[in-house]
T-cell receptor, first 112, second 113 residues
Framework: GNSVTQMEGPVTLSEEAFLTINCTYT??????LFWYVQYPGEGLQLLLK?????DKGSNKGFEATYRKETTSFHLEKGSVQVSDSAVYFC???????????FGPGTSLSVIP | NAGVTQTPKFQVLKTGQSMTLQCAQD?????MYWYRQDPGMGLRLIYY???????DKGEVPNGYNVSRLNKREFSLRLESAAPSQTSVYFC????????????FGEGSRLTVL
């Protein structure tokens, strides 16, 4: 079936460090891929998305590239800030199924 | 824009009591969803409504019922609350059932004693 795997963390980084959160997926057809972010005490909000192979989504300094050959959508940021501390969820959806499939989430803490 | 609005934000129940979580969206979306979030369990889909007039079970529907009251509103009912239903509940919506991003409410924290 369709699924999303991501590193669960927690991940702790110092401010200005480089961030990578790995995400791989299994899906039929040609899914759209998403990264959602959940700040403490809030709901999830879309961080970035990509709808076809080789697309790069970007927002707030974060980037992820849709790699069909490796079925991956890794999240990266060159220099994290304390305000990036949150839980990050990788997710997919597709035209052949009516749900959004979420990964388990990765908790990120950035320390000054 | 309000987006997705959930009420109440906090609720404490005793075992066996009933309650309804309300959700409304003002984006004219066709599809609506109820998730629960528990520590270490990620997001789990309880029920969803792909379009007005339809509802379907998700991963963890037992102990819950839903009503798609109209295109805007999708409520989640606990008929006889149990401590295992202590969780944070999120409502979400999106334009269509099989494309696009989800828009989430701020969550409802429910404690069952």
């Amino acid at each position: 079936g369709n699924s999303v795997t991501q590193m669960e963390g927690p991940v702790t980084l110092s401010e200005e460090a480089f961030l990578t959160i790995n995400c791989t997926y299994t899906a039929t057809g040609y899914p759209s891929l998403f990264w959602y972010v959940q700040y403490p005490g809030e709901g999830l909000q879309l961080l970035l998305k990509a709808t076809k192979a080789d697309d790069k989504g970007s927002n707030k300094g974060f980037e992820a590239t849709y790699r069909k050959e490796t079925t991956s959508f890794h999240l990266e940021k060159g220099s994290v800030q304390v305000s990036d501390s949150a839980v990050y969820f990788c997710a997919l959806t597709g035209t052949s199924y009516d749900k959004v499939i979420f990964g388990p989430g990765t908790s990120l803490s950035v320390i000054p | 824009n309000a987006g997705v609005t959930q009420t109440p934000k906090f609720q404490v129940l005793k075992t066996g009591q009933s309650m309804t979580l309300q959700c409304a969206q003002d984006m004219n979306h066709n599809s609506m969803y109820w998730y629960r979030q528990d520590p270490g369990m990620g997001l789990r889909l309880i029920y969803y409504s792909a379009s007005e007039g339809t509802t379907d079970k998700g991963e963890v529907p037992n102990g819950y019922n839903v009503s798609r009251l109209n295109k805007r509103e999708f409520s989640l009912r606990l008929e006889s609350a149990a401590p295992s239903q202590t969780s944070v509940y999120f409502c979400a919506s999106r334009e269509d059932y099989n494309t696009g991003e989800l828009f989430f409410g701020e969550g409802s924290r429910l404690t069952v004693l």
